[in-house]
């Protein structure tokens, strides 16, 4: 069984084939600058050579329909008819309170999508334009909606509700969703295989690391809390995003800096992070560049991040009452060796010490926990677009 799974943005459109049989990927790439300037397709087939298309890509739907002609295409593409897909999985940013799994999509699903479009008005609007593209070109074939927030709605009542009256929370929904959660839900299901213990006897902290950070308690294999809340810019430090500050930064620099109330959120979310405090970069390739050749704010940008994910695994070990493993995921939890080593030293309370050795490991599944940690300490690469193909299948 082939599955085809689409990650739609409001210009790009990312796109993986799985064969099912295997889990292999036939091929993966990504239509950009969708209605912009500049169009371009990247195909990477499998044991074949990439390609390149630059073309003017109005919409999704021709984006979709580039897609579909280069997975057919007679040189580099990997299937011999269009048939030969028999699903396709779509990542879906928010699922509000409505969808606590993933679903298989008909209309009123896709009305239901479009309802959750205020919670995430950069998102959504971006992964139904897509849904709906490929339901015009591929009628028949079932389609599934794969939720980052689904995962989180088992998060309880006391974990979700902010300090705000009662009444807005019903009318606007506002309360901590959660995001990233195909990965936690997926590395966390890895952990328990590793360690070959039942998900259901854990009690994990997944720290998903990357350029937006979002770090889960996931206990007995449900998630009781992420860092990431209301949108994905609570939470720890991140790229360019501030996370969790005092609210009342924010009034004080609207007013002191002349920032307005339609700048401030993009303000928010892509000048500050860990790039506000160094001023360099929100690579943390560059950062630990940076901060070995002695800039010492992009040393001190990379200790506050470093702290942050570390209150977060001492108060989620407190809000589960216990602690078995973290994991540690995404393209900084994958291969960042210093943050990891940062974040685990003086940790012994929490029954956390790291095997230096061990430890030197980028992109690659590892256990680098010390003999004797009572903590097990893994790194595990993420696969979203598996655990969505994964979930289509088992829908269909
Ligand atoms: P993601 O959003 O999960 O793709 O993660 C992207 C981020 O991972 C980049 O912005 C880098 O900050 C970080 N990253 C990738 N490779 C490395 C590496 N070798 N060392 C440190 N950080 C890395």
Redesign the pocket.
Known sequence: MKVLVINCGSSSLKYQLFNMENQSVLAKGIVERIGLEGGMLKHQPANKDKVEISENIPNHKVAVKMMLDALLDKKHGVLENISEISAVGHRVAHGGEKFARPVLINDAILEGLKECIPLAPLHNPANVLGIEAVRQILPETPMAAIFDTAFHQTIPEHAYIYGIPYELYKKYSIRRYGFHGTSHRYVSMQVARFLGKPIEDLKIVTLHL???SSISAVKNGKSIENSMGFTPLEGIVM?TRCGSIDPSIVFFLMEKEGISLDKINDYLNKKCGVLGISGVS????DL?DAAAAGNTRAKLALDVFAYQAKKYIGSYAAAMNGLDAIVFT???GE??ISIRRMICDEMDYFGIKIDDAKNNV?GKEADISADGSKTRVLVIPTNEELMIALDTVSLI
């Open positions: 990357g350029n937006g790229g929100s690579d943390f390739r630990e995404g393209g900084i291969n960042s980028r």
